[in-house]
């Protein structure tokens, strides 16, 4: 139970980020090295050869759950869709309307649709972001938009 503090103080701050700011920068990319908190190796998607369509398919995103702390093992997660642009280092993280949340961490997979009321426009960089005890963010990946 060693993490378990860190872990609850890291998630509330990672909430009340969610609710105070957009677009927000993922606390862990700052912080991996100095906390001993679980960040999670997302596998798929896992390249920018993984198109989406903006639509009613159900995608999945997959990470590694062998390493999952025992103080994060009855944690549940929150995906958020977001994508990396030249020029700034935010991941613009789309907090409003998470893909998926109330999943556990240990299923090791969510699923989820790309609903075209997001509006999305086409790119080729867009990142899903894990969050659960830390968080992490994918590879990018395009979204290809609705069929007007
Ligand atoms: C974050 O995910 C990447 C793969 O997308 C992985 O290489 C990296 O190890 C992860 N970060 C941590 C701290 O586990
Ligand atoms: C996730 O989606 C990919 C691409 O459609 C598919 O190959 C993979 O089997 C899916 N994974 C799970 C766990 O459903
Ligand atoms: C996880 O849940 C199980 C069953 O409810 C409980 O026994 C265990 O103490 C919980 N672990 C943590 C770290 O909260
Ligand atoms: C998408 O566009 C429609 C029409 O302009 C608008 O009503 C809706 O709020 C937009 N959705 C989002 C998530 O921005």
């Not at 869709?81 to 993280?93: A, I, M, N, P, V």
């Not at 240990?106 to 969050?131: E, P």
Request: proline share 3%.
């Amino acid at each position: 139970m060693k993490f378990s503090t860190a872990s609850i103080s890291l998630l509330l701050l990672s909430l009340s980020q969610l609710v105070s700011a957009s677009p927000i920068q993922l606390v862990s990319r700052a912080t991996d090295s100095e906390l001993d908190v679980w960040s999670p190796t997302i596998t798929y998607p896992d390249g920018e050869y993984v198109v989406w369509q903006a639509g009613t398919t159900v995608y999945n995103v997959t990470w590694e759950t062998d390493n999952i702390p025992e103080s994060a093992q009855n944690n549940t997660g929150i995906i958020m869709l977001g994508y990396l642009e030249d020029g700034d280092d935010s991941e613009h993280l789309d907090w409003r309307y998470p893909l998926a949340s109330g999943f556990q961490l240990t299923d090791g997979v969510a699923y989820f649709t790309v609903d075209s009321s997001r509006n999305l426009t086409t790119r080729d960089d867009y990142v899903l972001c894990l969050l659960g005890d830390s968080g992490n963010i994918s590879k990018e990946f395009t979204i290809q938009a609705a069929q007007a």
